[in-house]
C-alpha cells in the first residue's frame, strides 16, 4: 500500500502563493502518474493538475498560467507550485497517484484557504 503524506497547506491572502508538497512511500513514484485535485465545500472533488511518470503535464482551465506541478522523482515527492492565488481557489487539495490500474492510491488532504 503507496502512502501519501501531503504538506505545505494553509492560509494566504488574494495573490499570493503557496507550495505544496506530496511525499510517497515505496518503490512505484518513478513510474506512477500523479495528480492534484481539489475539493471546495459542497462542490464534486476535480483534477487541478496531473504529471505523468514522464514529466508531461496537464491542467485545469481555472489555474492555467498560475499553477505548476512538478516531481522529483529521487525525492518521491511531487509539487504543486500555486501563484496568483484567488478565494476560489480555496479547497481541500488532495494528491493521487495511478499505476495503470494496478494501484490508485490518496493522501490526506491539506487544506488551502486564500482570503483577506
Known sequence: QV???????????PGGSLRLSCAASGSLFSIAAMGWYRQAPGK??????????????????????????SRDNSKNTVYLQMNSLKPEDT?????????AKLVDSWGQG??????S
Open 91 to 99: 479547497a481541500v487539495y488532495y494528491c493521487n497517484l495511478r499505476v
Open 44 to 69: 464534486q472533488r476535480e483534477l487541478v493538475a496531473a504529471i505523468t511518470s514522464g514529466g508531461n503535464t496537464n491542467y485545469a482551465d481555472s489555474v492555467k498560467g498560475r499553477f505548476t506541478c
Open 110 to 115: 491539506t487544506q488551502v484557504t486564500v482570503s
Open 3 to 13: 502512502q501519501l503524506v501531503e504538506s505545505g497547506g494553509g492560509l494566504v491572502q
